[in-house]
T-cell receptor, first 112, second 113 residues
């Protein structure tokens, strides 16, 4: 199965602080995604990328930046973390847009 | 964009019975509909998908139906087992939306022994 790893697996951050979530895939996939999942809800797309050095806004990009320095790595950056950004964040990768997305294990972020 | 509504949000069934989850979408251009299963504390995993050139797809005990006219698709799990207990998500994407997936809010399925 495709391998997507995330770090850290959990994090406690303070309001106003900077948070960086990292994602690494070894699948040679072009597409990578960042989603957030709130308790009891579905996944909402924050940012995605289909090529290194380029990122695209998803459905809820406000308050988040993304960086794709290489095909394997995709980071999500919260410059000024807020309480409302407490959630579980999932990274995923896929060969193409309409192909299976393989999800990482998730990062549980708590902003206090 | 796209909006996907998923019902029910909670579903409890007896072991060996069938379970059905329904999703509706708004964008008639949507043409790819995957279903993901997420177990507690785990990441979502694709279990079955269907594209708009099909009306029905089956993989073992999983059946997906697509009604493009009604903009509705559904997952049917036959002969459920306790191991099927999990959260299930439907999703939809269209080329006009750059292929981004829009997920439903999920269904928590509990299969009682």
């Amino acid at each position: 199965e495709a391998a997507v790893t995330q770090s850290p697996r959990s994090k406690v951050a303070v309001t106003g602080g900077k948070v960086t979530l990292s994602c690494h895939q070894t699948n040679n996939h072009d597409y990578m995604y960042w989603y957030r999942q709130d308790t009891g809800h579905g996944l909402r797309l924050i940012h995605y990328s289909y090529v290194a050095d380029s990122t695209e806004k998803g459905d809820i990009p406000d308050g988040y930046k993304a960086s794709r320095p290489s095909q394997e790595n995709f980071s999500l950056i919260l410059e000024l973390a807020s309480l409302s950004q407490t959630a579980v964040y999932f990274c995923a990768s896929s060969v193409g847009q309409k192909d299976t997305q393989y999800f990482g294990p998730g990062t549980r972020l708590l902003v206090l | 964009g796209e909006q996907v509504e998923q019902l029910p949000s909670i579903l409890r069934v007896q072991e060996r019975s069938s379970a059905s989850i329904n999703c509706t979408y708004e964008n008639s251009a949507s043409n790819y509909f995957p279903w993901y299963k997420q177990e507690p504390g785990e990441n979502p995993k694709l279990i079955i998908d269907i594209r708009s050139n099909m009306e029905r797809k089956q993989i073992q005990g999983l059946i997906v139906l697509l009604d493009k006219k009604a903009k509705r698709f559904s997952l049917h799990i036959t002969d459920t087992q306790p191991a099927d207990s999990a959260m299930y998500f439907c999703a939809a994407s269209s080329d006009t939306n750059t292929g981004k997936l829009t997920f439903g809010d999920g269904t928590v399925l509990t299969v009682k022994p």
